[in-house]
Each structure stands twice: as C-alpha cells, then as structure tokens.
C-alpha cells in the first residue's frame, strides 16, 4: 500500500456523521494515513468542491437531498481518473448491491472503526482512483439516469436539471444543452447523452438530440434550413438536406429536422 496519505471526500447531509468519521479517521490513521482534502452535505455541493481535486476515495452516504449518492456516483464515474466509491449509509439494501456493481466497499451506520479500517486499506491495495467506478453498473443502479447536466465554466460547476433541457446540439468539439433560460456548455458527447437518455430524447439529425415532450409542432423550412444560426447549423443540412423544422414549447427556436430523421419524429408527432 503506497505510503502517502489517502486523498479523501466525505459527503453525508448530517455534520455530526461527518465528525464521527473524522474521529475514526484519526483512530486508524496509523495503520491507514488519510488526508481528508474536502467535505460536503448533499451531491451537489460534493461537485462543486470536487472539481478540482484529485481523490482516492469518497465516502458518501446514500440517501441525501437535492442529489443522493447514487446520483453523485454516476457524475463521478465520468472524472478522470475516478475515485473509489465507499458508500456509509443505515440502509443496507442499496448499499449491498451497490457494492455488488460498483463501489470498493460499502459501511453501515454507526460506522465501526476496524471496518473502515478495512476498507480504506482495500483502497490503498487498488491504488486508490485506479480502481475507479463502473459507470454500466451505476447505471443498473439508477436507470434513468442522471437527474442533472454537469456544466463547468469559468471554475464554476453548474448542474442543469434534465427535465429542463429542451435539446442537446453539438458543435465540433463541444455539446450544448438549451433550456428555456439559456445555453449550456456540457463535457458529455452527443452519443454518450444519446445512450443514456434514449428514453427522453430522439435524435432530429446528427448534431441534435431534442426531449420528446419539448417538441410542440413542426413547420416547413424553407430552401435555409439547417443554415448557420439554426440548430444543427450548415453541417446538417449538407447531410440531409431537411425540408422540416421543428417548434419547441417555450422558446422560438426551430431545429431542422433531417430526411434520415423525419420518418421516426412524425410518427411521435401523430402518437
């Protein structure tokens, strides 16, 4: 086990959890040196102060508002490299097949210090972040997937709810999602978003995805449609040249929708 402290995050929504586990972090900390570098009391707030840390391990309690540890865990899947996962929670039934897909460990409330002991040499053995996080196995455990988009600009993290966005276009390098508020600059590809957000989103051409319920009607575009300016911009409309556009509720613009694409979106438009 390497001999430098554990780089670690501790996220439960009651203080005193945390302080119980600091307490025992110092109780073992000859046979496991730990630095704890932050703390947090929902997920939210653990991104927030995760963003520009390099953790071994997090451990997080399950059940939390505004984001639960299941959610954080999936947004944490996708750092590089991702930390371990060690879920502190009184209930055992998610914790149990939790750990069963993805996480290294999981404790049981109130935390013993010879279990977590255990635990963070486990970490220690798998190189800490090496052993990561399965984001397939997280996904078995939150299907749906994740309640937020994570935008990160100018250092500042912000989670944009998936119900609010009205569709995804991507851009050469870059994924935006629109809301009826504005544009959001994602670090997600297009296809990772489609993958995981099939059920909510079809695709209308290849630099877009758009929320079913978003769409309210469509029209016919003119000889311009797919232009730059317009979702899905000139690249589109060299690929197929779409003829239809479509009306989202709540803001007046109109994506182009693609020959390829018009046969499955005007069936959804007639169901």
Same mark, same amino acid.
């Given at each position: 086990?390497?001999?430098?402290?554990?780089?670690?995050?501790?996220?439960?929504?009651?203080?005193?959890?945390?302080? +119980?586990?600091?307490?025992?972090?110092?109780?073992?900390?000859?046979?496991?040196?730990?630095?704890?570098?932050?703390?947090?009391?929902?997920?939210?707030?653990?991104?927030? +102060?995760?963003?520009?840390?390099?953790?071994?391990?997090?451990?997080? !309690? =399950?059940?939390?508002?505004?984001?639960?540890?299941?959610?954080?865990?999936?947004?944490?899947? #996708?750092?590089?490299?991702?930390?371990?996962? =060690? &879920?502190?929670?009184?209930?055992?039934?998610?914790?149990?097949?939790? &750990?069963?897909?993805?996480?290294?460990?999981?404790?049981?409330?109130?935390? +013993?210090?010879?279990?977590?002991?255990?635990?963070?040499?486990?970490?220690? #053995?798998?190189?800490?972040?090496?052993?990561?996080?399965?984001?397939?196995?997280?996904?078995?455990?939150?299907?749906?997937?994740?309640?937020?988009?994570?935008?990160?600009?100018?250092?500042? /993290?912000?989670?944009?709810?998936?119900?609010?966005?009205?569709?995804?276009?991507?851009?050469?390098?870059? /994924?935006?999602?629109?809301?009826?508020?504005?544009?959001?600059?994602?670090? !997600?590809?297009?296809?990772?978003?489609?993958?995981?957000?099939?059920?909510? &989103?079809?695709?209308?051409? #290849?630099?877009?995805? /758009?929320?079913?319920?978003?769409?309210?009607?469509?029209?016919?575009?003119?000889?311009?449609?797919?232009?730059?300016?317009?979702?899905?911009?000139?690249?589109?409309?060299?690929?197929?040249?779409?003829?239809?556009?479509? =009306?989202?509720?709540?803001?007046?613009?109109?994506?182009?929708?693609?020959?390829?694409?018009?046969?499955?979106? #005007?069936?959804?438009?007639?169901?």
């Amino acid at each position: 086990m390497s001999a430098l402290p554990l780089r670690l995050m501790l996220v439960d929504d009651e203080a005193p959890a945390r302080a +119980r586990l600091r307490q025992l972090l110092e109780d073992v900390a000859d046979a496991v040196p730990t630095q704890v570098l932050a703390e947090a009391a929902d997920g939210v707030e653990a991104l927030e +102060r995760a963003e520009h840390l390099l953790l071994d391990a997090v451990l997080v !309690d =399950i059940r939390m508002p505004r984001m639960d540890g299941l959610q954080l865990a999936l947004h944490l899947a #996708r750092r590089a490299p991702a930390p371990a996962l =060690i &879920f502190v929670t009184a209930y055992d039934r998610y914790a149990v097949k939790a &750990f069963e897909l993805c996480a290294l460990d999981y404790l049981l409330k109130p935390v +013993r210090a010879q279990r977590l002991q255990e635990a963070l040499i486990r970490v220690g #053995r798998q190189g800490g972040a090496a052993r990561g996080l399965d984001a397939a196995a997280l996904q078995t455990l939150a299907p749906e997937g994740r309640r937020h988009l994570r935008s990160s600009e100018r250092g500042r /993290v912000r989670l944009i709810p998936v119900e609010d966005v009205l569709y995804l276009k991507a851009d050469q390098r870059y /994924v935006t999602a629109r809301t009826a508020s504005g544009e959001y600059l994602l670090e !997600d590809s297009l296809a990772q978003l489609e993958a995981e957000f099939g059920a909510r &989103f079809i695709r209308a051409h #290849r630099n877009c995805l /758009v929320a079913r319920a978003a769409i309210a009607g469509y029209e016919r575009g003119g000889e311009g449609e797919g232009s730059e300016g317009e979702a899905g911009g000139a690249e589109a409309a060299n690929e197929a040249e779409p003829r239809w556009q479509l =009306i989202l509720r709540g803001i007046p613009d109109r994506v182009a929708a693609s020959r390829r694409q018009w046969p499955q979106l #005007r069936a959804l438009l007639k169901g």
